[in-house]
C-alpha cells in the first residue's frame, strides 16, 4: 500500500471524487470507486462519497493499492493466428477473434505475444513486462493486422511513428444505416464512460480523437466503409460511429441492433484492420500490409449483399 497526498489540480475543479482519482493516479474508473468507497480517498482529511465533486486546491489523501504483479508470459500457440511477415525487426501478423495482444489482470484467453513465443518468435524486450515489443493494440474481438517489434531499435522507432501519427492504419467497419456524407472525419474527444468502466463515449474533456472514412458500398440496412485512424485511442472507431448513431453492426456494446447481428450471425462487432502501412526502421523503405476479411466477417457481408 502507498499513501500519496496533493492538492487537486486547476484542471479537475468540480469533478466526480472517483473520476479525480482515477485521472491522477492512472486507475480504472472502477478501481478508482472501490478505493473511494472503502474510504481510502480522504478529501481535506475525511471521507466523501464516491459521486461528489472536488474542487481545486482541497487536499487528497488516497492509499493506492499494492501494484499488480505482471503475469507470467506462457507460450501458448493461437489457432488461426498467421504471420504475414517477419525479419530481425519487426512481425506483423493476422490476428483472429478472441485474442488480446497481451496478457492482463483477468484476462485468461489467448495472447498474441504467448502466440509468437509457441512459434519460435522472439520480441524485443522494451515496455511493460507483459506487453514487451508490442507498439499498437486490437480489441479482442477486433480481427486483422498489428506489428510487434522484435528489436530494441525498432521498438523505438515504432513508438515514436504511432505517437507522430505516420503509420497509416485502415479499417473496414459495417455500420448501421447509411452515412451522410458519404465520405467524412470525425473529430471527437474520447474517454471512459462516466457510468460502464468497460466502455468508453465521446466526452467533451476526453482526449482528441479523429477518425476519417469513406463509404465504399451500401446495403438496405448498413454500410461497408473504409475507416483511416489520425489517432488510436481504446474502442475509438466503435465509439465514434455508435456516437454517430450508426453502430458497428453486432456490437451490442455500444448500441447495434441485436436482431439484425443475429441475423447476419455475428457475435461480435464488424471490425477488421485492414490495412496497415509504415516506414521500416531499418531499411527506411515503406512496407504496406493488407488482411483479407475472416470468415465470420465475410458471411455477414455476404448476406447483406444478396439481401440488397
Known sequence: MTARSLPVPDGLDGMRLDQAVSRLFGLSRTAAATLVEAGDALVDGFPRPKSDKVSAGAWLEVTLPAPVTAQALEPTPVHGMKIVYSDD???????????????????TGPTVIGGLAAMGQNVATSGAAERQGVVHRLDVGTTGLMAVAKSEMAYSALKRAFKEREVDKR????????????????????????????RFAVMSDGKPSVTHYDTLEAFRS????????????????????????HPCVGDITYGADPTLSARLGLHRQWLHARELAFVHPRTQDEVRFVSDYPEDLGYALGVLRDAS
Open 171 to 198: 479499417y473496414h467497419a459495417i455500420v448501421q444505416g447509411h452515412l451522410d456524407p458519404l465520405r467524412g472525419t470525425i473529430d471527437a474527444p474520447i474517454d471512459r464512460h462516466p457510468t460502464a468502466d468497460y
Open 222 to 245: 448498413a454500410s461497408l466503409i473504409d475507416v483511416k485512424l489520425e489517432t488510436g485511442r481504446t474502442h475509438q472507431i466503435r465509439v465514434h460511429f455508435s456516437a454517430m448513431r
Open 89 to 107: 525487426d519487426i512481425v506483423v501478423v493476422d490476428k483472429p477473434v478472441g485474442v488480446a495482444a497481451h496478457p492482463s489482470p483477468g484476462w
